[in-house]
């Protein structure tokens, strides 16, 4: 056998080795102790589609780093002690635990590629922090230059390939840390449709799951405690609702309080209105979506964006703002304002809540958009990056 023979032969083996059995990945996920929900989904979900032969990824292992007796009780696992465990102890813990294609599904964990043998693939979420602090964020400032945030993503042009979650992120990559375009691939994260689902209950029955008692007629919802969620609007736009309609509107918070969001409650006049869930079990998320009529997201950046899927995936209408890549991921909604627009939201609420035929629209299309996230998909689309890393030798084209 030769010549254009030998070629085709060899093409057809490398085919089949990428596709049918690809060996030995490994998916470094962060800390626990970080509480990075959805990092930590992002990796766990991952690795389960990956691990049940979706596309075909074959030998494929979960990195969990955890953190000794001993150091938990000297270090502890405050903000500074994690920084210890991040910086200091990660490193070493995977030293010798690399593999073929070696996956940090969190960016900032890229300073692990010069402790990994093997191929490295590294995801990135968002570079808000980055971005807050030179500026390029509306109305969102960062009081300290992110150091260690730099210090990881410095390693980011020793990976092998760089997935995204976003098109907006890729061009934060290309642009601010001078990624070149053919190193990244934009793969959209899944969703668990098992968990984020309409539930069809009664809304007494979610609340008392909720242990909360309803007092209004319509409840809007806003997650999260982050500075670009850009709660300040979503509680401006309760208070117009309120005046316009008096007692009809509460709202719910998912998420740790603090102390600007109190002191704007007070200043807004609107504290009796909310309802603090705090910190909640993710299993009970899709109660809360189920049990509120809209999702008020008027975040002025996301990298991605999960809480709106979410919300649409358990028949939820959702008002986002355009900005970064929530433009990507609900652009088919009639519901979406720019993030400071006060009016927008009132108007878009006041809207869903009186024309029921405009609701259910857009209730239908943010379902048919919750169905395009979905983790086999992911998993297929990593598994390929996985397989042309793994090609070696096999000649491409």
Same mark, same amino acid.
């Given at each position: 056998?030769?010549?254009?023979? /030998?070629?085709?032969? @060899? +093409? ?5 080795r990428?596709?049918v !059995?690809v *060996?030995?990945?490994r998916i470094?996920?962060?800390f626990?102790?970080?509480r990075?929900?959805?990092?930590d989904?992002y990796?766990?979900?991952l690795y389960e589609?990956i691990?049940v ?20 009780r000297?270090i502890?696992?405050t903000?500074?002690?994690m920084?210890f465990?991040?910086?200091v ?8 635990k690399?593999?073929n ?5 969190e960016h900032g964990y890229?300073?692990l590629i ?7 693939v590294?995801t990135?979420? /968002?570079l808000?922090p @980055? +971005?807050?602090?030179?500026g390029e964020?509306?109305?969102m !400032?960062y *009081?300290?230059r992110?150091?260690?945030l730099?210090y990881?993503l410095g390693?980011?042009k020793k990976?092998?390939?760089?997935i995204?979650i976003?098109?907006a992120t890729?061009?934060?990559l290309i642009r601010?840390?001078?990624?070149p375009d053919?190193?990244i ?5 899944g969703l668990?449709h ?6 069809n209950r009664d809304?007494d029955?979610?609340a008392?799951?909720?242990?909360i008692k ?9 997650t999260g405690?982050e500075?670009?969620k850009n709660h300040?609007?979503?509680?401006k736009?309760?208070a117009?609702l309120q005046s316009l ?6 709202l719910l ?7 600007e969001?109190e002191?704007?409650?007070?200043g807004?006049?609107?504290?009796h ?29 996301e990298?991605?964006?999960w809480?709106p899927?979410?919300?649409m995936?358990?028949g939820t209408?959702?008002?986002?703002s355009?900005s970064g890549a929530?433009?990507?991921v609900?652009?088919?909604l009639d519901t979406?304002v720019?993030?400071h ?5 009132v108007n ?6 009186s024309n029921p035929?405009f ?8 379902l048919k958009?919750?169905k395009?996230?979905?983790w ?7 598994c390929?990056?996985?397989?042309k890393?793994l090609?070696g030798?096999c000649p491409?084209g």
């Amino acid at each position: 056998m030769g010549g254009s023979n /030998d070629t085709e032969f @060899l +093409l057809g083996f490398c085919e089949v080795r990428a596709i049918v !059995s690809v *060996p030995d990945i490994r998916i470094f996920r962060n800390f626990m102790e970080d509480r990075r929900i959805s990092m930590d989904a992002y990796s766990s979900s991952l690795y389960e589609s990956i691990a049940v032969d979706s596309g075909g990824c074959g030998n494929a292992s979960l990195f969990r780093p955890t953190i000794p007796r001993l150091l938990k009780r000297v270090i502890g696992t405050t903000k500074l002690g994690m920084r210890f465990h991040r910086y200091v102890l990660y490193p070493l813990l995977v030293m010798n635990k690399g593999a073929n294609v070696n996956h940090i599904s969190e960016h900032g964990y890229t300073h692990l590629i010069p402790f990994l043998r093997g191929k490295t693939v590294v995801t990135v979420m /968002d570079l808000i922090p @980055l +971005l807050a602090w030179r500026g390029e964020i509306e109305g969102m !400032s960062y *009081p300290n230059r992110p150091r260690l945030l730099e210090y990881s993503l410095g390693f980011l042009k020793k990976a092998d390939k760089v997935i995204t979650i976003s098109y907006a992120t890729k061009r934060d990559l290309i642009r601010s840390v001078n990624i070149p375009d053919s190193k990244i691939v934009v793969i959209y994260p899944g969703l668990d449709h098992d968990l984020f689902r309409v539930l069809n209950r009664d809304r007494d029955i979610l609340a008392a799951f909720l242990g909360i008692k309803p007092r209004f007629q319509r409840y809007l919802l806003i997650t999260g405690r982050e500075p670009y969620k850009n709660h300040v609007v979503a509680l401006k736009a309760l208070a117009r609702l309120q005046s316009l309609y008096p007692e009809r509107y509460g709202l719910l918070h998912i998420g740790p309080g603090y102390p600007e969001l109190e002191q704007e409650k007070r200043g807004l006049g609107v504290s009796h209105l909310v309802e603090e869930l705090g910190v909640i079990k993710r299993e009970l998320l899709p109660v809360v979506y189920n049990f509120v009529d809209f999702l008020l997201f008027p975040s002025v950046y996301e990298g991605f964006g999960w809480p709106p899927i979410e919300a649409m995936a358990c028949g939820t209408a959702v008002v986002a703002s355009k900005s970064g890549a929530l433009e990507e991921v609900v652009g088919d909604l009639d519901t979406t304002v720019k993030p400071h627009d006060v009016d927008g939201i009132v108007n878009m609420v006041t809207k869903l809540d009186s024309n029921p035929e405009f609701h259910q629209e857009q209730i239908h299309r943010g379902l048919k958009i919750a169905k395009r996230y979905s983790w086999d998909r992911a998993a297929r689309e990593t598994c390929r990056v996985y397989a042309k890393l793994l090609e070696g030798g096999c000649p491409h084209g």
